[in-house]
């Protein structure tokens, strides 16, 4: 089952905006990522040239993407995600954390053209992403 249209046009145009503006997200997202759950920093010691990070990064921004579209394959990631990292002992909660940290990122690079509806859209896809997460 698709997405809410008005939830899929504002998550989907806000990362089309932080893209064209900021290029490359990888760099902001973690840097707040690890300031915001330092003791994460420390699972990411073999990733010397960040290509761990984008790579991970690039999966949840299919996630999202499938989440607020066709939902084909956003679910089972999710979960497949959370169960995987749980053998590195990365909590589940770190999984709700992420996603908030990408939205917080992309609305510091927006600025004013994070509207009223793009905040309302992220703030709808995250409250049922949390329920995904947990489920897993």
Same mark, same amino acid.
Not at 19 to 40: I, N, S, W
Not at 107 to 134: C, H, K, N, P
């Given at each position: 089952?698709?997405?809410?249209?008005?939830?899929?046009?504002?998550? /989907?145009? !806000?990362?089309?905006?932080?893209?064209?503006?900021?290029?490359?997200?990888?760099?902001?997202?973690?840097?707040?990522? +690890?300031?915001?759950?330092?003791?994460?920093?420390?699972? +990411?010691? #073999?990733?010397?040239?960040?290509?761990?990070?984008?790579?991970?990064? !690039? #999966?949840?921004? /299919?996630?999202?993407?499938?989440?607020? %579209?066709?939902?084909?394959?956003?679910?089972?990631? =999710?979960?497949? !995600?959370? +169960? @995987?990292?749980? /053998?590195?002992?990365?909590?589940?909660? =770190?999984?709700?954390? +992420?996603?908030?940290?990408?939205?917080?990122?992309?609305?510091?690079?927006? %600025?004013?053209? *994070?509207?009223?509806? =793009?905040?309302?859209? *992220?703030?709808?896809?995250?409250?049922?992403?949390? !329920?995904? @997460?947990?489920?897993?």
């Amino acid at each position: 089952m698709a997405a809410d249209l008005a939830v899929s046009t504002a998550v /989907e145009r !806000s990362l089309e905006l932080a893209a064209e503006k900021a290029g490359d997200l990888t760099p902001l997202v973690y840097a707040r990522l +690890f300031a915001e759950q330092p003791k994460v920093e420390a699972l +990411f010691w #073999r990733d010397k040239t960040g290509s761990i990070r984008g790579e991970m990064l !690039s #999966r949840v921004f /299919e996630a999202i993407l499938d989440f607020v %579209g066709e939902r084909q394959y956003a679910e089972h990631l =999710i979960k497949a !995600s959370v +169960f @995987v990292h749980a /053998e590195y002992d990365v909590p589940p909660d =770190i999984f709700r954390t +992420f996603f908030r940290v990408v939205a917080n990122t992309v609305r510091e690079v927006l %600025g004013d053209a *994070w509207t009223a509806d =793009i905040d309302t859209a *992220w703030a709808a896809m995250l409250a049922e992403l949390d !329920s995904y @997460v947990e489920a897993a």
